[in-house]
T-cell receptor, first 113, second 117 residues
Framework: TQLLEQSPQFLSIQEGENLTVYCNSS?????LQWYRQEPGEGPVLLVT?????EVKKLKRLTFQFGDARKDSSLHITAAQTGDTGLYLC?????????????FGTGTRLKVLA | GAVVSQHPSRVICKSGTSVKIECRSL??????MFWYRQFPKQSLMLMATSNEGSKATYEQGVEKDKFLINHASLTLSTLTVTSAHPEDSSFYIC?????????????FGQGTRLTVV
């Protein structure tokens, strides 16, 4: 069972367009992180959202944490070719006394010039 | 952010041999480290959670005897792929966290591309 489902799985858009990526779960997370990963490299942290309803902006990227802390979204305004990559949400879960840091299913974004 | 170093970045080994991958937190002490496996164009799948000084907690379906994890110090965890086979070829990534609980922000190594021939 995948705890963090992302949609869409793949997105190909033209430069200048806007897009939104969703990260959904039936479980509550104390916080969620968003990462971007380039091929052959480790994920790079973009943002952490902690409070339900929180909105954070990082230049053209807007991140929102759902009120119930079960979901999050990433909105990119005026996408650029440099935004191409794999976007991952992630969060920690306490299971049987062990904290596990799990990733969403991923959204592969391709921005065309 | 904190720095996590993973070594080697690439390794090619013969089928049947063992490969050790190191994950070091360079500027902080990591009580918890996570090991992931990533197949092409897919997300990261958690293999195991490693706590310093104790046995690793493996995810369902991950063979403990095949993927040996040692977290001997607060700055080093190792993953040994034993008796590697071609199907073990994958991208392995470690991450380290200084916190055990809330608001965990994991810092990642650069990943290791393992190819078993």
């Amino acid at each position: 069972t995948q705890l963090l489902e992302q949609s869409p799985q793949f997105l190909s858009i033209q430069e200048g367009e806007n897009l939104t990526v969703y990260c959904n779960s039936s479980s509550v997370f104390s916080s969620l992180q968003w990462y971007r990963q380039e091929p052959g490299e480790g994920p790079v942290l973009l943002v952490t959202v902690v409070t339900g309803g929180e909105v954070k902006k990082l230049k053209r990227l807007t991140f929102q944490f759902g009120d119930a802390r079960k979901d999050s979204s990433l909105h990119i305004t005026a996408a650029q070719t440099g935004d191409t990559g794999l976007y991952l949400c992630a969060g920690d879960r306490l299971e049987s006394g062990t904290y596990k840091y799990i990733f969403g299913t991923g959204t592969r974004l391709k921005v065309l010039a | 952010g904190a720095v996590v170093s993973q070594h080697p970045s690439r390794v090619i080994c013969k089928s049947g041999t063992s490969v050790k991958i190191e994950c070091r937190s360079l500027d902080f002490q990591a009580t918890t480290m996570f090991w992931y496996r990533q197949f092409p164009k897919q997300s990261l799948m958690l293999m195991a959670t490693s706590n310093e000084g104790s046995k690793a907690t493996y995810e369902q379906g991950v063979e403990k005897d095949k993927f040996l994890i040692n977290h001997a110090s607060l700055t080093l965890s190792t993953l040994t792929v034993t008796s590697a086979h071609p199907e073990d070829s994958s991208f392995y990534i470690c991450s380290a966290s200084a916190l055990r609980g809330r608001n965990t922000e994991a810092f990642f190594g650069q990943g290791t591309r393992l190819t078993v021939v």
